[in-house]
C-alpha cells in the first residue's frame, strides 16, 4: 500500500478544500483506490446515480487515474465520480486517438463516508491492461460549494492543468501479482 498527496495547480487555488490524499492498495489483479479530501465539507458531490459509464465526468467533482507503459505513446484513463458513475478510455498517444476501453470487469465505485473524508473507494480490475509495471498519475478536479475549481495531481507540468501530460505520471505501479 502506498498513499500519495495529490498538489494543487497553482492557477487553480482551492478555496477551502486543504489537500487531497490517494491510498493505492494493489489487490490481485488490480487495484484498490481510496481518494480522500481535506475539507471535503466544502466540496460539491453530485447526487448518487447508478453505477454506469458516463462522459463528461471531469466537469465537476471527479477522481482519476492515468496508466501507461513505460516506452508506449498509448495510455489510459480511468474517471471516477462520488455519484458512482465512471468512465474508462484508451488514447493512442497524447490526447489522440481516444474511445472508449472495453473493460472485462466495470470498477466498482462507492461514494465516500463523511467521518473518514473519503470521496471515492474504488476496486479496479487491471486485466485488461498491459502487463507488467505501469506510469501512474493520480489527479482529481474538485469543485467547491461555491464554485472554485482547483486541479490536484502527482505533479504538474507548465501552462494550464493538463493531467493527459505524460510530465505528470511520475509514480510507478508494480506488475499485478503473478503477472
Same mark, same amino acid.
Given at each position: 500500500?502506498?498513499?500519495?498527496?495529490?498538489?494543487?495547480?497553482?492557477?487553480?487555488?482551492?478555496?477551502?478544500?486543504?489537500?487531497?490524499?490517494? !491510498?493505492?492498495?494493489?489487490?490481485?489483479?488490480?487495484? +484498490?483506490?481510496?481518494?480522500?479530501?481535506?475539507? $471535503?465539507?466544502?466540496?460539491?458531490?453530485?447526487?448518487? @446515480?447508478?453505477?454506469?459509464?458516463?462522459? %463528461?465526468?471531469? $466537469? @465537476?467533482?471527479?477522481?482519476?487515474?492515468?496508466?501507461?507503459?513505460?516506452?508506449?505513446?498509448?495510455?489510459? !484513463?480511468?474517471?471516477?465520480?462520488?455519484?458512482?458513475?465512471?468512465?474508462?478510455?484508451?488514447?493512442?498517444?497524447?490526447?489522440?486517438?481516444?474511445?472508449?476501453?472495453?473493460?472485462?470487469?466495470?470498477?466498482?465505485?462507492? +461514494?465516500?463516508?463523511?467521518?473518514?473524508?473519503?470521496?471515492?473507494?474504488?476496486?479496479?480490475?487491471?486485466?485488461?491492461?498491459?502487463? %507488467?509495471?505501469?506510469?501512474?498519475?493520480?489527479?482529481?478536479?474538485?469543485?467547491? @460549494?461555491? %464554485?472554485? $475549481?482547483?486541479?490536484?495531481?502527482?505533479?504538474?507540468? +507548465?501552462?494550464?492543468?493538463?493531467?493527459?501530460?505524460?510530465?505528470?505520471?511520475?509514480?510507478?505501479?508494480?506488475?499485478?501479482?503473478?503477472?
Amino acid at each position: 500500500m502506498a498513499t500519495y498527496g495529490l498538489v494543487s495547480h497553482p492557477d487553480t487555488p482551492p478555496a477551502a478544500v486543504r489537500g487531497v490524499t490517494v !491510498e493505492v492498495r494493489p489487490d490481485g489483479g488490480g487495484l +484498490r483506490l481510496e481518494f480522500v479530501v481535506a475539507g $471535503k465539507d466544502a466540496v460539491r458531490i453530485p447526487d448518487p @446515480t447508478p453505477a454506469t459509464r458516463a462522459d %463528461g465526468l471531469w $466537469k @465537476t467533482t471527479c477522481c482519476e487515474l492515468f496508466l501507461a507503459a513505460a516506452g508506449s505513446d498509448a495510455y489510459f !484513463e480511468f474517471n471516477y465520480a462520488p455519484s458512482t458513475q465512471w468512465a474508462a478510455y484508451r488514447f493512442d498517444s497524447y490526447r489522440t486517438g481516444g474511445c472508449d476501453l472495453p473493460l472485462s470487469i466495470e470498477p466498482q465505485v462507492v +461514494r465516500g463516508t463523511t467521518p473518514a473524508n473519503a470521496l471515492v473507494t474504488v476496486d479496479q480490475d487491471l486485466s485488461d491492461l498491459p502487463a %507488467g509495471q505501469l506510469q501512474m498519475n493520480l489527479s482529481a478536479v474538485i469543485e467547491e @460549494t461555491d %464554485g472554485t $475549481k482547483s486541479y490536484w495531481a502527482l505533479a504538474h507540468a +507548465r501552462g494550464a492543468p493538463d493531467f493527459h501530460n505524460r510530465d505528470c505520471f511520475i509514480a510507478t505501479l508494480p506488475a499485478p501479482t503473478g503477472a
